[in-house]
Structure formats: structure tokens, C-alpha cells
């Protein structure tokens, strides 16, 4: 089995594409300005596409909400995780905790930080490497905030 985390930043298209519909018209909202200083990384299994993410330096305008917690970790250095997707058919296979390892692995001097919407993806994320920090409490619901373990 060949393993392959893939920059596909030049052509974001690829992993766009495979995300559910109400994602890209976030992703478009977020516009191309705020997009073009992200990562776009793809795991590839044998050549297949099996997850992927992005990972973003700076604040978004759909973190508003957030806006001074995320320009703390911002400030800190750390860099936000944002998009992850396994596609449908490839989901209870272990892809999206070998993306991330593979993404920790890249560079181990960098630190992240993420959010979820989804409460039962934390075990997946502490499983991954990543702590609990705190709840957001936000106007449309709460989110759960998480940073790589070295933070």
C-alpha cells in the first residue's frame, strides 16, 4: 500500500470537488483572497484519493463568530484545520486519522487547532493527537475547540 499526503494547493480543485455541496459554497464564500494563502492536502492510497483538508494561516470571515479566538491561536502561531472529508465510500477505513497523522508529521515544529460542530467526532480528534480546550457557544449552536497536542 503506497501512502501519499499531497499538497494540492496550485489546484484545489480536485479536492473541492468531492466535497458535499453546502461545504463549497462556504469554501466560495470564503472567497479566493482568503483561500490562496491556504494548504490544500489530499491523502493518496494507491493513487485514490481517500481524504483531505485544508489548513488556513490567517482568519476567515466565517470564523466572525470566533473572530478573537481565532486571532489568539492565530497569534500564537498555531494554524487552523478546516474541511477535513473522507469521502462516503471510503469512510470507516482509518483514512481521516492517516491524513492527519501524515499532516502531523509533516512538519512537528507546527501546532494546530480545529473546531467541530459534530460532537461525536471528538473521540476521533483526541484519538488523532488532539486536546479539548474549551465550547464556543456560537448563534447557531456550540462548537468544540481542539488543539494539537504540543499546545
Avoid at 483561500?35 to 492536502?41: E, G, L, P, R, V
Avoid at 494554524?79 to 497523522?101: A, D, F, H
Wanted: charged share 25%.
Amino acid at each position: 500500500m503506497r501512502i501519499l499526503l499531497e499538497d494540492i494547493s496550485k489546484n484545489p480543485s480536485v479536492f473541492i470537488s468531492l466535497l458535499p455541496s453546502d461545504w463549497e459554497e462556504s469554501l466560495a464564500l470564503i472567497g479566493k483572497e482568503q483561500t490562496a494563502n491556504s494548504k490544500f492536502y489530499i491523502l493518496k492510497i494507491d493513487d485514490e484519493i481517500c481524504a483531505g483538508g485544508i489548513i488556513f494561516s490567517e482568519t476567515l470571515t466565517e470564523m466572525g463568530a470566533y473572530k478573537n479566538e481565532a486571532n489568539y491561536w492565530f497569534s500564537k502561531g498555531y494554524l487552523y484545520i478546516g474541511y477535513v472529508w473522507v469521502p462516503l465510500e471510503k469512510r470507516n477505513k482509518n483514512y481521516g486519522s492517516i491524513w492527519l497523522s501524515e499532516l502531523l508529521a509533516l512538519d512537528t515544529t507546527k501546532s494546530y487547532w480545529l473546531t467541530i460542530e459534530d460532537h461525536s467526532l471528538r473521540y476521533f480528534y483526541e484519538k488523532s493527537g488532539f486536546v479539548y480546550k474549551k465550547s464556543l457557544l456560537l448563534p447557531n449552536g456550540e462548537e468544540q475547540l481542539f488543539v494539537s497536542k504540543k499546545g
